[in-house]
């Protein structure tokens, strides 16, 4: 059965921190992984990577993926309490019409 | 652009009843999805359909039924409501002819209490 894995299922830091989000998956096939972050309602799409090795950058968020060991990172440096959210993380398969399986989710919680 | 359009946003029903879940988006997208989501959890497939006139089940799909008349609309249908469906649920589109895949387009949510 195909499945995502995230971890910490939470995490409380404080403001100026860095945090690392772990994502594992084991799928029959893999195409691309997903990172949305949600807040009080729907996610909102963050990174989509596709090849191992290649960092995505946004602001102080990033996120790479590994193939061969089945796992992504997503860092945010200097957090902000405007970064206190649930991260999920999804991964897509070939030939799944574009469904995604989703991981339970990271809920974060940054302190002022 | 409008996006994905979800209503109601709040719902509460009684044990027995039924209801429609609207969800329409303007994008010209081909792809549209149902979720529900529960405390804690992951996001769940519920019927996903990849055109008008075109549906299929998802991973959870027992007490819900679909349509797809159009490509602008997909309106989830819950019949006999039960308290194991109290949730948040979710439509998503994606993936314009011609374009590559970059992610969902969500809705802002339903969120639904059955007591």
């Known amino acids: 059965e195909d499945k995502v894995v995230q971890s910490p299922l939470s995490l409380v830091v404080h403001e100026g921190d860095t945090v690392t989000l772990n994502c594992s998956y084991e799928v029959t096939n893999f195409r691309s992984l997903l990172w949305y972050k949600q807040e009080k309602k729907a996610p909102t799409f963050l990174f989509m990577l596709?090849?191992s090795g290649i960092e995505k950058k946004s602001g102080r968020l990033s996120s790479i993926l590994d193939k061969k060991e089945l796992f992504s990172i997503l860092n945010i440096t200097a957090t902000q309490t405007g970064d206190s959210a649930i991260y999920l993380c999804?991964?897509?398969?070939?030939?799944?019409?574009?469904?995604?399986?989703w991981g339970a989710g990271t809920k974060l919680i940054i302190k002022p | 652009n409008a996006g994905v359009t979800q209503t109601p946003k709040f719902r509460i029903l009684k044990i027995g009843q039924s209801m429609t879940l609207q969800c329409a988006q303007d994008?010209?997208?081909?792809?549209m999805y149902w979720y529900r989501q529960d405390p804690g959890m992951g996001l769940k497939l519920i019927y996903y359909?990849?055109?008008?006139?075109?549906?299929d089940k998802g991973e959870v799909p027992n007490g819900y039924n679909v349509s797809r008349s159009t490509t602008e609309d997909f309106p989830l249908r819950l019949e006999l409501a039960a308290p194991s469906q109290t949730s948040v649920y979710f439509c998503?589109?994606?993936?314009?002819?011609?374009?590559?895949?970059?992610?969902?387009?969500f809705g802002s949510g339903t969120r639904l209490t059955v007591v």
């Open positions: 994008m010209n997208h081909n792809y």
């Open positions: 998503a589109s994606t993936f314009s002819r011609g374009q590559g895949f970059g992610g969902y387009t």
């Open positions: 359909s990849v055109g008008a006139g075109i549906t």
């Open positions: 999804a991964v897509i398969t070939p030939d799944s019409n574009y469904q995604l399986i």
């Open positions: 596709t090849s």
